[in-house]
Antibody, heavy 117, light 109 residues
Framework: EVQLVESGGGLVQPGGSLRLSCTASGFTFSDYWMHWVRQAPGKGLMWVSRINSDGGSTTYADSVKGRFTISRDNAKNTLYLQMNSLGVEDTAVYYC??????????WGQGTLVTVSS | QTVVTQEPSLTVSPGGTVTLTCGFITGAVTSAYYPNWLQQKPGQAPRALIYDTGTRHSWTPARFSGSLLGGKAALTLSGVQPEDEADYYCLLYYGGAWVFGGGTKLTVL
């Protein structure tokens, strides 16, 4: 069974940093591209970033470019999102997701990041 | 600016049929965008329903079907159940990223 479990969320002050993790199980992690998606309170889904299967290619939404870094450790079956210079607009539930156009997208349960003083 | 358009809200009676659509401001939605449909209920994570235009996940009830319709991706619910009341999002693959529609709030009344 495919499982994605996010962790690392919490309360952080504006300007601070946080690193999210997403631990994968039930599939060969190194075979899949992975994404981060977020959802601000009461708002819709917003794509944040994606990384290819070996970590050599990454893409970011304009709103996080230069502040967030996506990475992965295939030996640990773990996806990361390093978030720096956080602002109140980054407050959201962050979801990791496994990408596949042939077998569909699988979603984690999310981790809440709150940026507030 | 929302590049992927969805109806903000729709209402359907139990047992009825409703079609939600997903348009793209750059032009027609085609299978090359691998349209996906997600369902989200309050306080829950998104749940994938449909991928690659019209393929159901193993857990997706048969009353949900995906297609292309008039240059848009479409999600049709036939024989709507009360538990189908939720927000529905479409997702398109575009330029190495994903783009989401703003979501449709489906009310079953």
């Amino acid at each position: 069974e495919v499982q994605l479990v996010e962790s690392g969320g919490g309360l952080v002050q504006p300007g601070g940093s946080l690193r999210l993790s997403c631990t994968a199980s039930g599939f060969t992690f190194s075979d899949y591209w992975m994404h981060w998606v977020r959802q601000a309170p009461g708002k819709g889904l917003m794509w944040v970033s994606r990384i290819n299967s070996d970590g050599g290619s990454t893409t970011y939404a304009d709103s996080v470019k230069g502040r967030f870094t996506i990475s992965r450790d295939n030996a640990k079956n773990t996806l990361y999102l390093q978030m720096n210079s956080l602002g109140v607009e980054d407050t959201a539930v962050y979801y990791c997701a496994r990408d596949s156009t042939t077998t569909g997208i699988y979603w984690g349960q999310g981790t809440l990041v709150t940026v507030s003083s | 600016q929302t590049v992927v358009t969805q109806e903000p809200s729709l209402t359907v009676s139990p047992g009825g049929t409703v079609t939600l659509t997903c348009g793209f401001i750059t032009g027609a939605v085609t299978s090359a965008y691998y349209p996906n449909w997600l369902q989200q209920k309050p306080g829950q994570a998104p749940r994938a329903l449909i991928y690659d235009t019209g393929t159901r996940h193993s857990w997706t009830p048969a009353r949900f079907s995906g297609s292309l319709l008039g240059g848009k991706a479409a999600l049709t619910l036939s024989g709507v159940q009360p538990e189908d009341e939720a927000d529905y999002y479409c997702l398109l693959y575009y330029g190495g990223a994903w783009v989401f529609g703003g979501g449709t709030k489906l009310t079953v009344l």
